[in-house]
């Protein structure tokens, strides 16, 4: 008996001390720093890679043998270089060899054009006297267009000694060769790119065929252009799977007037594949994902308000929130891992 009294001093005694012990907790408040939700743009896009190339892209062989002569650069008054930019026509390398040259026999083709164009419209005026038949009028027109084509075809031919550039753009290759040695014919000799439009083609994976789409638009990053951005378009897209990879190609064009990107670069792009102008965007960095759903906190007369939303549209860094959230809502986004519903918070920059 007399134990049975003893335990239940002691529980009554406990009882009291607990009533009246503080409440260590309640004047604890959690740091937080918040935002304001306001509309703003989320574009809807996945991420992909691949490498950037010029559209103009021109290698040009020797089509004969000759002793090579590198021309001066015009704009800079030295021999061409790597890196040199040249416009459509320019003469970069003479390849002489006068032995081809006297074979062609330019000036007796050009006195031998003259002679038979003086024919052709001597008989010409013959026949229309009746001086001549038609057989000799048209011998003689032959003979003249003979002539025409054998003096164009020795011009093509001396041109063969002039390497001239087909397109304007930069010297990325120019193989060295000691001057005045003889070079043999089908040897590379240059090779300039025209880098102001590029392409880059992309292996799309399967499950975007039905969403991407010729003519969308299409950002492109290098880590070398931290701070710009580049425009391209989807031009071409192929219709069919490969049965290995699971992917499909498509073709982008981009924008690369001021030459930021260079050909052969490494490129991030971006598909966008939807928008909105005005719509609740938060970071997707601050959502936590739970058995009810996902979810976030907004902060509500000093205390931590849970909210499930639902999501719209959405990209690797941000997600429109359809309900669950109104404009003006202050939401937590830092210190919210460890909040609870209700838990009394201070806010803080």
Do not use: H, W
């Amino acid at each position: 008996m007399k134990k049975i009294l003893m335990l239940i001093i002691i529980a009554s005694v406990l009882m009291a001390c607990n009533e009246n012990a503080p409440d260590l907790n309640k004047d604890i408040s959690v740091l937080v720093s918040v935002m304001v939700v306001k509309p703003k743009s989320i574009e809807k896009y996945f991420s992909t890679t691949g490498t950037v190339t010029p559209v103009k892209d021109v290698s040009l062989k020797s089509e004969i043998s000759g002793n090579y002569k590198l021309k001066t650069n015009p704009s800079t008054g030295k021999p061409y270089a790597l890196g040199d930019y040249v416009k459509k026509g320019d003469e970069i390398i003479f390849l002489e060899d006068k032995e081809y040259e006297n074979n062609i026999k330019l000036s007796s083709l050009e006195l031998r054009q003259e002679i038979s164009k003086q024919v052709f419209e001597k008989q010409k005026s013959l026949y229309e006297k009746g001086g001549v038949t038609l057989s000799e009028l048209k011998n003689a027109e032959i003979e003249y267009i003979n002539s025409e084509y054998s003096y164009e075809e020795a011009l093509i031919r001396l041109q063969k000694m002039k390497i001239t550039t087909p397109i304007s753009g930069v010297i990325v290759e120019l193989p060295y060769f000691t001057p005045e040695t003889k070079v043999e014919a089908n040897t590379l000799l240059v090779r300039l790119m025209d880098y102001c439009k590029l392409y880059m083609e992309l292996n799309l994976a399967e499950k975007n065929i039905n969403v991407v789409k010729v003519g969308q638009n299409i950002r492109i990053m290098n880590y070398t252009i931290p701070d710009d951005t580049l425009s391209g378009k989807i031009t071409q897209l192929s219709p069919a799977i490969d049965p290995e990879t699971r992917s499909f190609k498509a073709i982008v064009n981009i924008n690369n007037s001021e030459l930021l990107l260079r050909p052969g670069m490494f490129a991030k792009g971006e598909i966008i594949v939807a928008s909105l102008d005005s719509a609740i965007v938060i970071p997707k960095d601050i959502i936590l994902s739970k058995q009810r759903g996902n979810t976030v906190f907004v902060i509500n007369k000093g205390l931590a308000e849970e909210r499930i939303i639902n999501f719209g549209l959405e990209n690797p860094d941000e997600v429109q929130v359809i309900s669950g959230l109104e404009k003006n809502d202050r939401l937590v986004i830092k210190g919210f891992e460890t909040l609870r519903n209700r838990t009394k918070v201070k806010v803080v920059k």
